[in-house]
């Protein structure tokens, strides 16, 4: 390859090493040389995409990269498919998110898991993830997309059921896999017609025949573009698949707040900025990404108003503000998508993480009612905590405040349509505001609800958990090697937005274009962002109305709508809805298939047909056995008779006649 | 000179009488010298036809069927005073031990 090292084959393939070391020699190994191997390969990982990145920043690179001769994978007649990845701002972009919160999350977990006897484990699935995640996002067509996409839910199947000693954490784990695979069908469709109608599936090949052919519009582009936001839908929890991530939580925190928070959730995202050449040929598939993206957002907002378990608060939320990401991409703000994306990895794997420290503290206690008064006891935790809640919340200059800014101005841009987007995304952020505040209040501000006794019973009650502490019966503050990435990740989200939806659109314009060229006028602008700080400070004055000045007030809100807050503390009962709808007659037809078609039906069918040719053709056959000499023989002669008959029948019945001379002569 | 077809007819109809006389007899050496019958039925349409064509190969055909047939008879013979011992009978309908 010409130009400059890229170390682009390796960015994958060092994390794929840790995974093979630490998961086939892990249990044999001692646990420094583990954590050295889990933390050196992401790190050198990291290393590689930032070299690249400055390479690209000092101009010594020019972007995209693409690899003209990649080594082939796949080669039947026209169909062609090679290993090629593709460096542009996005991916890189995206790298440093990857490799970057990845190898942050990776340094946190050896303090999180430092007890945990599948330590090796552990790391050698983390290593898998980022593997897999790094070459979805480097991949250079559709398929070797779809090899990460598939991997990174293996790798989360993997770590949801990291505890499978747990019923609900091995059946979270399958829950997820399976409703992604749901959306892996969307995708997988959408792969086939995308062949089928450019005949490749290289990212660039596919824009360079839109390009040619400007008239391509709708019909074959909206049904893919369906296809893969079904895919989308799947991977980054919206509506109406949503349903895994809540349950995904019973996940080590960590796992969490890599995973299905910063990273693995946002590869639908990234897979529609990634192809919205498709998606710009498409208004109706583009409105149908803004009307799931908003209705998620607001949907698991309100469920995440009435959470108790800090993780589940963390993951509507999430849910929720990838409905804001599905929003920018379906206003055609791509660069703001992936701008929220990118402050929304620092803040919400800080929440994550933040949340972790208060789990770990606490010996396992999940339960915000439970929590309370913590600000005393984990300093470090309570501030980064703090600077992560404002960040959601959207206050400046907090990263979420520039980027949500921008989705949300660029929804209001977009048409009338767009204005009810607008409205319902400041909706959503007031409730975001509420319920993160919510969260810091129950958590950290107040008295302390646990008293020693609890605590202690929960840290024996989370056994099970390999989450036991020494005996320490003070809630405590978490290790340094936890607390770095926390201040780290901290700073970041202060600074993660300081660059601006702007400066940051033109950046990724290369890939993803400008977006909608309509852009406000200051004045509006300023309205606009004026109005989003407001709704924010409305949401925290009502959290500490509610939560700070008159602590009984939430009972008597929820007595007062108790029809409301059912329904939003039973999550709409959606998953009872799924159960009923889907699950348990799927259920039933599955064991009515396997127990009586295919078991008696196929099965026993087959074995009774079988038995039963064989045992009629004995019965037959043993007529001829009558052990009598004299009937093999007639059977014998008449067999002679008839083949001598078939033999010369033709003979005498041709028009030659019989050839031997019966004369002598 | 005799034509050919009547040795040819004689030949088949010693075959016939062979083949009849081994489906419907019941003693076991008379089975046995109507196979020496069809043999031979079959040895003379050689001998008739290796006149006939002036070849050879008909002669040393009927030779080899001979001294098959002398082989034959005399392990069948064996065979047959072995069953003779065993089941005192040279009956074929009673020699049916191979039934189901």
């Given amino acids: 390859m010409n130009g400059p090292l890229l170390f682009l084959p390796l960015i994958p393939l060092l994390p794929f090493a840790g995974f093979l070391v630490n998961g086939i020699l892990g249990r044999r190994l001692p646990k420094a040389l583990v954590t050295f191997v889990g933390l050196t390969a992401p790190f050198a990982s990291f290393a590689s995409v930032a070299h690249d990145a400055w390479l690209a920043w000092s101009g010594g690179l020019n972007l995209p990269v693409i690899e003209p001769d990649a080594p082939a994978w796949i080669s039947a007649g026209a169909f062609h498919v090679d290993f090629g990845s593709v460096l542009d701002p996005l991916s890189l972009v995206m790298l440093l998110i990857v490799t970057g919160v990845g190898f942050l999350i990776h340094i946190y977990s050896v303090g999180y898991m430092n007890d945990d006897p599948g330590y090796a484990r552990y790391f050698s699935y983390l290593n898998l993830f980022l593997f897999f995640m790094t070459v979805l996002v480097q991949a250079g067509n559709v398929l070797m997309m779809f090899v990460g996409w598939e991997g990174v839910g293996l790798a989360s199947y993997l770590l949801i059921g990291f505890w499978f000693q747990k019923t609900s954490a091995a059946s979270a784990g399958m829950k997820a896999f399976v409703v992604n695979r749901i959306g892996d069908f969307g995708f997988l469709i959408g792969i086939f017609l995308l062949l089928s109608q450019f005949g490749t599936l290289t990212f660039t090949d596919i824009a360079a025949q839109l390009d040619a052919n400007p008239a391509l519009q709708g019909g074959i582009i909206t049904a893919i573009s369906i296809c893969l936001l079904v895919g989308a839908t799947g991977k980054s929890a919206q509506l109406p698949l949503y349903v895994w991530l809540p349950d995904a939580m019973e996940g080590p925190t960590p796992v969490s707040a890599l995973i299905h928070a910063a990273t693995m959730v946002t590869a639908g995202v990234y897979m529609i900025a990634r192809t919205h050449f498709l998606f710009g040929r498409s208004p109706f598939a583009l409105t149908m990404v803004a009307i799931v993206g908003t209705a998620t957002a607001l949907f698991a907002a309100t469920i995440a108003l009435v959470q108790t378990d800090i993780k589940r608060v963390l993951a509507y939320s999430t849910i929720s503000q990838l409905g804001y990401m599905f929003l920018g991409c379906g206003v055609a703000a791509y660069s703001a998508a992936i701008f929220h994306l990118m402050t929304h990895a620092f803040f919400k794997a800080l929440l994550f993480l933040a949340a972790g420290s208060v789990i770990h503290g606490l010996g396992g206690e999940q339960d915000m009612r439970r929590m309370g008064g913590l600000k005393r006891y984990m300093p470090v935790t309570y501030w980064t905590m703090t600077v992560a809640v404002f960040a959601i919340a959207g206050f400046p200059p907090l990263a979420a405040f520039f980027s949500k800014d921008a989705i949300l101005s660029a929804a209001f841009m977009a048409g009338t349509s767009g204005k009810v987007f607008w409205f319902v995304g400041l909706v959503t952020a007031m409730l975001t505001s509420f319920y993160m505040f919510r969260l810091w209040y129950l958590t950290f501000q107040g008295e302390r609800r646990m008293t020693h006794e609890e605590h202690g019973a929960a840290m024996h009650a989370r056994a099970d958990t390999k989450l036991v502490l020494e005996a320490e019966h003070e809630p405590h503050e978490s290790p340094w090697s936890m607390l770095g990435p926390l201040v780290i990740l901290a700073v970041l989200s202060i600074v993660g937005g300081w660059i601006g939806a702007g400066r940051f659109g033109a950046y990724l314009a290369p890939s993803v274009g400008t977006g909608s060229a309509e852009s406000a006028n200051s004045t509006l602008e300023w309205t606009l962002t004026g109005l989003a700080v407001a709704v924010a400070a409305l949401g925290w004055w009502i959290a500490d109305r509610m939560y700070r000045v008159r602590p009984e007030a939430p009972d008597r809100v929820a007595a007062s709508m108790s029809g409301l807050y059912k329904l939003l503390s039973h999550k709409y009962w959606v998953d009872e809805l799924y159960q009923t709808v889907i699950v348990k007659p799927l259920l039933a037809m599955s064991r009515f298939f396997l127990e009586w078609v295919v078991d008696v039906a196929i099965l026993g069918g087959a074995a009774w047909l079988l038995g039963g040719i064989a045992s009629l053709g004995g019965a037959i056959l043993q007529r001829w056995q009558s052990g009598n000499l004299r009937s093999y023989a007639a059977w014998l002669a008449a067999a002679a008779a008839v083949l001598l008959i078939i033999m010369l029948l033709p003979e005498l019945l041709g028009a030659n006649g019989i050839d031997i001379k019966w004369a002598g002569h | ?100």
């Fill in chain 2, 1 to 100: 000179m005799i034509p050919i077809s009547w040795y040819l007819l004689l030949s088949a109809t010693l075959f016939c009488l062979g083949v009849v006389g081994f489906l419907i007899k019941r003693n076991l050496i008379t089975v046995f010298m109507s196979i020496e019958l069809m043999l031979n039925g079959v040895n003379l349409s050689f001998v008739a036809f290796a006149h006939q064509w002036h070849l050879v190969k008909g002669q040393i055909f009927v030779f080899f069927v001979m001294v098959v047939a002398a082989a034959e008879a005399a392990v069948g013979l064996a065979i047959i005073i072995a069953v003779f011992r065993a089941r005192s009978t040279l009956a074929v309908d009673r020699i049916d031990l191979m039934k189901l």
